[in-house]
């Protein structure tokens, strides 16, 4: 068996081989030369600790060896060999039986002139290099209203930094995140001093400044790009692998070729809970559950991928959660959790419920967030006056 | 040395609940389960140190709000990835209408 790519879906896939039994050999093949590490604290808590950050590991040394796992790290794989079973790893030749791609995906560039002045965020040595530059008073400018961007404005903030937000669309989480929560998240950044340029394309960057499209130049000591990431495919296209928004899988993760599988940000998949329609998730626990599943049928299963998507993201003291498919809803129905918390439960023309959004201080909408989400993969979709009455406790909707 | 103080009030916490309680600089979670009995573990996921009385139980398991990992709150034992390390469990008996913890 042998894997590449060493973020956390590559780590999980180890431990899921090891579980569903299989005892021949393991070989984890990855670009980066770190052991498998956690990637949400590298705009965070990494950015803002005031000692030096290190990685959080996910699988040490101790454990790869406990699990038989021959770490090849800092080197990358440079072609697959579908029809001979090989990869092609620097001048080596490795045999698989079966390959996990858990190649991750990479930050989208920009595209207009002076895009080179401009710096990304992806690994830990990013932000190694993104939390020396954050001194107090440095003027950033962060191009893109996503997660990343907005967290990095937040971390950005808390070092005592000068932050512009530029966001080419109307309004900042334009893309899968209703309107009500993204204005409270807006709103946090105005009160923490972020200048939010929304609805303002990029014409030209400078080593020290940003041209918008509207003529105006805002000057920067720093220029971070954050306005996605594609999936990292080179490897399976050129191996002549469907891709379709990512590496084209089935429900169990198999690839085009029945001896290859994907999992994590480059793998797309249909989704059973949601009209089989193919989808790609960028998200933590995607990664680990689609490497146990992909693992699990690796090793002779023949397991579907069936988790409900669900995401966080941490900014000042608010964090926000969403599950399942919001973009999906025809209709959203508010809970209040609190004075400052709220749930939006989001239901389909027919009134099937296909997502619940939530923001609040700390983990206060945690638990409703995963009730629904469990209310989603069960299948159960209360009335609307039902899901809005906070008398009513999501438990007792999902016990029935 | 046991040292037993009240957490809470019999009643103070719904059935499958749980509530986080400080006492002296230390925070714990307690629990009522379904069968309407009383447990009590360290506060801090072993995980990532998050309040586990955000998070939600399902019959005898509490489910960290952050990262997913879950413990049975009776023995403190740890149900796999990403939690490695078992909770800490204090012992809790119920008088005179009060839930008491032993935190010595």
Redesign the interface.
């Known amino acids: 068996m042998v894997i590449v790519g060493g973020g956390m879906a590559g780590a999980?896939a180890i431990?899921g081989l090891r579980a569903a039994g299989w005892d021949g050999p393991v070989t984890l093949v990855s670009e980066e030369a770190l052991m498998p590490y956690d990637r949400p604290p590298l705009s965070k808590a990494a950015i803002t600790s005031d000692e030096e950050p290190s990685p959080v590991i996910l699988l040490d040394a101790g454990m790869a060896a406990s699990l038989k796992a021959d770490m090849r790290l800092g080197k990358p794989v440079t072609a697959i060999d579908a029809a001979g079973h090989t990869i092609r790893v620097g001048d080596e030749t490795l045999a698989y039986h079966k390959l996990l791609l858990a190649t991750g995906a990479k930050p989208r560039q920009l595209t207009c002139p002076g895009a080179e002045n401009a710096i990304t965020l992806r690994d830990f040595s990013d932000t190694v290099a993104l939390r020396a530059k954050f001194q107090p008073g440095a003027r950033i400018a962060i191009i893109g209203g996503g997660f990343i961007g907005l967290e990095l404005a937040s971390s950005a903030t808390k070092r005592g930094c000068a932050v512009n937000l530029i966001e080419a669309l109307p309004r900042i989480l334009m893309r899968g995140v209703p309107q009500e929560i993204a204005a409270v998240v807006h709103a946090r950044h105005v009160a923490a001093g972020v200048e939010m340029l929304t609805g303002t394309g990029i014409a030209a960057l400078a080593a020290d400044a940003v041209t918008l499209a509207d003529g105006r130049t805002i000057a920067a000591d720093v220029i971070i790009a954050g306005i996605g990431a594609v999936p990292e495919t080179k490897l399976a296209r050129d191996a002549g692998l469907e891709l379709d928004n990512g590496i084209a899988c089935d429900t169990h993760l198999r690839t085009s070729d029945p001896d290859i599988f994907a999992a994590g940000d480059c793998c797309s998949f249909p989704h059973p809970l949601f009209g089989n329609k193919r989808i790609r998730l960028e998200a933590w626990?995607n990664a680990?559950d689609q490497a146990s599943v992909a693992a699990e049928n690796m090793a002779g299963g023949s397991k579907s991928y069936t988790a409900v998507p669900w995401f966080?993201s941490d900014q000042y003291e608010l964090s926000l959660q969403i599950a399942g498919m919001p973009g999906d809803g025809a209709e959203i129905v508010r809970r209040t959790l609190g004075p400052e918390a709220f749930l939006l439960c989001h239901r389909d023309g027919n009134g099937r419920l296909v997502g619940a959004s939530g923001i609040g201080p700390?983990?206060?909408i945690?638990?409703d967030v995963?009730?629904v989400e469990m209310m989603i993969a069960k299948g159960i979709s209360p009335g609307a006056e039902t899901l809005a009455d906070p008398a009513v406790s999501l438990?007792s909707l999902l016990k029935g | 040395m046991a040292q037993w103080i009240e957490a809470c009030a019999v009643g103070g916490i719904d059935e499958?609940d749980v509530m986080r309680f400080d006492h002296d600089g230390r925070t714990f979670a307690i629990y009522r389960s379904p069968d309407d009995k009383y447990y009590a573990t360290d506060g801090l996921c072993t995980h990532e140190k998050?309040?586990l009385a955000?998070?939600?139980v399902m019959d005898n398991i509490i489910?960290c709000?952050?990262h997913?990992g879950r413990f049975d709150y009776r023995n403190g034992a740890a149900k796999g990835?990403?939690v490695c390390i078992d909770l800490k469990t204090y012992p809790v008996k119920v008088e005179g209408g009060k839930v008491m913890i032993d935190v010595g």
């Open positions: 999980r431990i626990r680990q966080w700390g983990n206060s945690a638990r995963k009730l438990k | 499958e998050i309040h955000d998070g939600l489910e709000p952050k997913n990835a990403p």
